[in-house]
């Protein structure tokens, strides 16, 4: 479903993808990963969105978010807003779908082909209205994981489908053990989607 000379970019949904990836039982490799779609294409743009506590003097995904700027990644993020839920529990919320879309809209018209890492069924409308432009859609998620990581609706919708689990061969790697956990803030946004 990719054509060697197509114009491609990446929309990375940052907490959706891993938590797709945790599911599976695996890490992404994001150096492999940018390599892999620059294979099948000319990639143009690699979006990455994230929220970020803004109290957190450190953050255990700020190496990834200086990492990704640092090695071609175009960073979008936003102060993650803390709130305590009606029983009491401290929750982070920080949904970056706003972002991701217009930034699509505003690049559709320089690429052929967008490929959407996540599986939020919100962005049903998105890749529609994309489509409607010319732009070819793929969505990567899972269907694999219990429950399904992606959404029916945005499944259909996509042109194309690339299963999460096909790529744990090119862009994976076991999940390690000596990194630190992650936050409960990254957590809570993984769950938050």
């Known amino acids: 479903m990719f054509y060697r000379d197509e114009r491609l970019a990446l929309f990375i949904d940052g907490s959706n993808l891993y938590a797709a990836a945790k599911a599976l039982g695996f890490d992404i490799d994001y150096k492999l990963l940018r390599q892999e779609f620059m294979r099948r294409g000319k990639l143009l743009r690699a979006f990455y969105y994230t929220a970020l506590l803004e109290n957190d003097d450190y953050s255990p995904i700020r190496p990834l978010v200086d990492w990704l700027h640092y090695n071609g990644f175009t960073m979008v993020t936003k102060p993650a807003k803390e709130y305590t839920d009606s029983q009491g529990r ?10 991701l879309t217009v930034d699509a809209m ?23 209205a994309l489509q409607r432009k010319g732009v070819r859609v793929s969505v990567c998620s899972t269907i694999r994981s219990q429950p399904p990581m992606i959404a029916d609706e945005l499944r259909r919708q996509a042109d194309n ?33």
């Open 90 to 99: 401290r929750k982070v919320k920080g949904n970056m779908d706003i972002e």
């Open 106 to 128: 505003e690049i559709a018209a320089h690429v052929d082909h967008i490929v959407l890492f996540s599986g939020d069924g919100d962005f049903r409308p998105l890749v529609e």
């Open 161 to 193: 489908f690339i299963e999460l689990d096909e790529l744990r061969e090119v862009v994976g790697r076991p999940p390690r053990e000596d990194r630190p956990a992650r936050s409960q803030h990254e957590e809570e946004m993984a769950e938050g989607e």
